[in-house]
Structures are given as structure tokens and as C-alpha cells.
């Protein structure tokens, strides 16, 4: 099942230089912790790569937790469990400058981890979401637009038919658990 979210302010905000397209962008996501005596909530950043031939669908390969992807290109710079700490709780970089050529198109979703039952945006504390070029911010929101989903897109990074790289708003979520979301979160947004 998708929750298809709007298009409120900051969101899909510009691309960088006159026809250069992106080069580096950071994704960075925060929660507040649980509640004393209640279970963590765990979320966590994760990035979908599609090739030329397989825009939509499964991706070619995903990066998550532990993971980076084959050619050094995205990486999760910080990860966290529980939400404590002061700032942005995890970090995802995305090297679109290096991607490979048969790379087209980057999606990247956050999704709630489901040990302790039932969990969806509305249940966890300020959750947000903040992507920038450099000190160029892209996109900054909660997920108000889609509180009653379990895991959720925030971005879609597709290459031109020049090859820059370019930013589309892509806010949908997902009533599935996190395996599911990774197979479903390429699909063609509607």
C-alpha cells in the first residue's frame, strides 16, 4: 500500500549551477528518542541504484546499515539506533559525480524497523528529513504527509539526457516492512 504525500514547502527545491547538475549530496535524518521505558525506535536511511536498462522495479542494489554501495559512490556516514544524540542521527552521501554511466536513477527511503510491533511515522517523535548539495539545501520536512506509513521515499536523483544529475521531490510511503520496501521503493512514482 503507498501514501502518497504533497509537495509543501521546501520540498523539490532547485538543482545546482547552470547545467551542471549535482555532484555530492548529503541526506541526513533525526528523531527524537522513545519515550523513558518505551522500545526504541529505530529508522534508517536507505538508497535504491536503477540502472539504464532498469529504471523502476527492484533495484540494481541497495545501501543500507554496514553497507556501501560496490563503487564507493553512496555510504551511511553515521547510523543510529535509538534516535539519542544531538543533531542529525543518521547520514547517507550519495557521490552522483562518480556514479557509473550505467547508473540512471538513485532513490533513497527511510524505513521504520519493526521489532517492537506496529510502528508508523506518527508514532515517532519529530522525524525529519534534510537533503543539501554542499551548504545548497535541496529539501527539508517531516513526514506529517505520510504519518500513517512504515517506511517512506524522500528523494529521487535521476540522470539527464545531457548525463548531470538532477533533484525530484519524491515523498510516498509505504505500509511494508523494510525487505518489501527495498524491492518496492523504485517503482514508477505516480
Known amino acids: 500500500m503507498e501514501v502518497r504525500g504533497g509537495d509543501g514547502p521546501g520540498e523539490g527545491v532547485g538543482m545546482s549551477g547552470i547545467g551542471k547538475g549535482l555532484g555530492t549530496v548529503e541526506v541526513a535524518l533525526r528523531w527524537d528518542p522513545s519515550p523513558l521505558g518505551s522500545p526504541a525506535h529505530d529508522l534508517d536511511l536507505v538508497a535504491g541504484v536503477y540502472t539504464t ?9 541497495s545501501v543500507y546499515f554496514d553497507r556501501r554501495s560496490p563503487e564507493g559512490t553512496i555510504s551511511l556516514d553515521r547510523d543510529s539506533r535509538t534516535g539519542q544524540g ?8 550519495v557521490d552522483l559525480g562518480r ?3 550505467g547508473h540512471a536513477r538513485v532513490v533513497v527511503g527511510v524505513v521504520i524497523q519493526q521489532a517492537a510491533g506496529p510502528i508508523v511515522f506518527g508514532d515517532v517523535a519529530d522525524p525529519g528529513i534534510r537533503i ?8 527539508r520536512h517531516g513526514f506529517a504527509e505520510v504519518a ?3 517506511a517512506a521515499t524522500v528523494a529521487e536523483f535521476v540522470r539527464g539526457a545531457s548525463g548531470a544529475w538532477e ?13 518489501a520496501f527495498i524491492a518496492a ?3 514508477s512514482p505516480a
Open 53 to 61: 536498462t532498469a529504471r523502476y522495479g527492484p533495484p540494481a542494489y
Open 86 to 93: 544531538l543533531g542529525y542521527d543518521e547520514v547517507m552521501t
Open 99 to 101: 556514479m557509473p554511466e
Open 132 to 139: 543539501r548539495e554542499g551548504y545548497t539545501e535541496l529539501s
Open 148 to 150: 500513517g506509513a512504515r
Open 167 to 179: 533533484f525530484r521531490a519524491d515523498i510516498r510511503g509505504f505500509a511494508l516492512d523494510p525487505d
Open 185 to 187: 521503493m523504485g517503482a
